[in-house]
T-cell receptor
Framework: GAVVSQHPSWVICKSGTSVKIECRSL??????MFWYRQFPKQSLMLMAT?????????EQGVEKDKFLINHASLTLSTLTVTSAHPEDSSFYIC?????????????FGPGTRLLVL | GENVEQHPSTLSVQEGDSAVIKCTYS??????FPWYKQELGKRPQLIID?????GEKKDQRIAVTLNKTAKHFSLHITETQPEDSAVYFC??????????FGKGTSLLVTP
């Protein structure tokens, strides 16, 4: 149990376009989802915390108008990278915390590799 | 905010030896300390975690120790195998909030 999926697994886009990444909890309800960004050989950097039905909380330095997060249901959160630029190329990973399990445990999605040309 | 330091950044051991990775944290309110293993290009996988009301936890070849007074916790892997080679991340968090990750340790187990 506690499976998290992400779609797409990889995407290549042109500079200036927008890209939407979906994060789904497949077999549990996720009250909270987190979005991370990971550059090569670096750690996971938290971008934002997303609670179902409310606005996301962004970490310092993350532009909320550029990285739009929507958590419309207990099983789905989306991250939209608007007007993507080459410096946005990265590995984006979501995680979800289950409503009915240990509050702290986060289950990670497989990640989405974004390349902006 | 929370600051998590992780050492070493790289670690090479021979198969069968033990590996130890250490982390320190700054926020005394942190009460949850998971360890994740990440293979190249894949998602982080939770391998063990410990909560602040426990000093040590063991799961087969993996153990974690926590010293709340000193604000540090360690991962111990015994009888290492080549398939243990990966990047390991420690993290610290307060129940209900996000995790702060260390910078990772690249572990290489040579046959």
């Amino acid at each position: 149990g506690a499976v998290v999926s992400q779609h797409p697994s990889w995407v290549i886009c042109k500079s200036g376009t927008s890209v939407k990444i979906e994060c789904r909890s497949l077999d549990f309800q996720a009250t909270t989802m987190f979005w991370y960004r990971q550059f090569p050989k670096q750690s996971l950097m938290l971008m934002a915390t997303s609670n179902e039905g409310s606005k996301a909380t962004y970490e310092q330095g993350v532009e909320k108008d550029k990285f739009l997060i929507n958590h419309a249901s207990l099983t789905l959160s989306t991250l939209t990278v608007t007007s993507a630029h080459p410096e946005d190329s990265s590995f984006y990973i979501c995680s979800a915390r289950a409503a009915d399990r240990a509050q702290e445990t986060q289950y990670f999605g497989p990640g989405t590799r974004l390349l902006v040309l | 905010g929370e600051n998590v330091e992780q050492h070493p950044s790289t670690l090479s051991v021979q198969e069968g030896d033990s590996a130890v990775i250490k982390c320190t944290y700054s926020d005394s309110a942190s009460n949850y300390f998971p360890w994740y293993k990440q293979e190249l290009g894949k998602r982080p996988q939770l391998i063990i975690d410990i909560r602040s009301n426990v000093g040590e936890k063991k799961d087969q070849r993996i153990a974690v120790t926590l010293n709340k007074t000193a604000k540090h916790f360690s991962l111990h892997i015994t009888e290492t195998q080549p398939e243990d080679s990966a990047v390991y991340f420690c993290a610290a968090g307060d129940s209900g909030y996000a995790l702060n990750f260390g910078k990772g340790t690249s572990l290489l187990v040579t046959p």
